[in-house]
């Protein structure tokens, strides 16, 4: 299948601070990509969906002041987290699907602590 | 609203024994269904996708069905081994809304030898 790359693997950070994560599709072209959160013990939920150089579509109830997407590319995506929170400590999946592929597939994640 | 249960939350096994998974959702109008696998700390990793047209498919030791009329979906692990411990995550494509997945809370399954 398709592989999908994520950097940081994990990152600390203090309050108040921002941080980017980014989402690479290294071997295709991804029209889409998909932001997901996990909490711990707990599944999947999406935040928001982004297909290249569009605006990203949020799921309700997320703030997208706080969590700036840019699709900038068919193989980059990144998901900023703004003026961090200890609540926003969580591991974060970004997926990526493209024009050939019936299904997403996934990163590897990154584990965001905010202190 | 589609709604992805997954039961049960939890199972403890010992080694060898065949296993059934159970996924149900709210709404049959889906594109596919997905079975992945997610070991702590980790990504996703996809191990059967099932198209509603499908009733079943087949991966070594795995085996998944589909019951679109119903909303259900099983997962079958034949003669489980410790490697198989890890998370077990269901998600449905609903038909309505370009790609997106909705998942289950998952199967957390620990093959103890």
């Known amino acids: 299948g398709a592989v999908v790359s994520q950097h940081p693997s994990w990152v600390i950070c203090k309050s108040g601070t921002s941080v980017k994560i980014e989402c690479r599709s290294l071997d295709f072209q991804a029209t889409t990509m998909f932001w997901y959160r996990q909490f711990p013990k707990q599944s999947l939920m999406l935040m928001a969906t982004?297909?290249?150089?569009?605006?990203?579509?949020?799921e309700q109830g997320v703030e997208k002041d706080k969590f700036l997407i840019n699709h900038a590319s068919l193989t980059l995506s990144t998901l900023t987290v703004t003026s961090a929170h200890p609540e926003d400590s969580s591991f974060y999946i970004c997926?990526?699907?493209?024009?050939?592929?019936?299904?997403?597939?996934f990163g590897p994640g990154t584990r965001l602590t905010v202190l | 609203k589609q709604e992805v249960t997954q039961i049960p939350a939890a199972l403890s096994v010992p080694e060898g024994e065949n296993l059934v998974l159970n996924c149900s959702f709210t709404d049959s109008a889906i594109y596919n269904l997905q079975w992945f696998r997610q070991d702590p700390g980790k990504g996703l990793t996809s191990l059967l996708l099932i198209q509603s047209s499908q009733r079943e498919q087949t991966s070594g030791r795995l085996n998944a069905s589909l019951d679109k009329s119903s909303g259900r979906s099983t997962l079958y692990i034949a003669a489980s081994q410790p490697g198989d411990s890890a998370t077990y995550l269901c998600a449905v494509r609903p038909t309505s809304g370009y790609n997106k997945l909705i998942f289950g809370a998952g199967t957390r399954l620990a093959v103890h030898p």
């Open positions: 997926s990526a699907s493209g024009v050939s592929y019936n299904e997403q597939f």
């Open positions: 982004s297909n290249e150089g569009s605006k990203a579509t949020y």
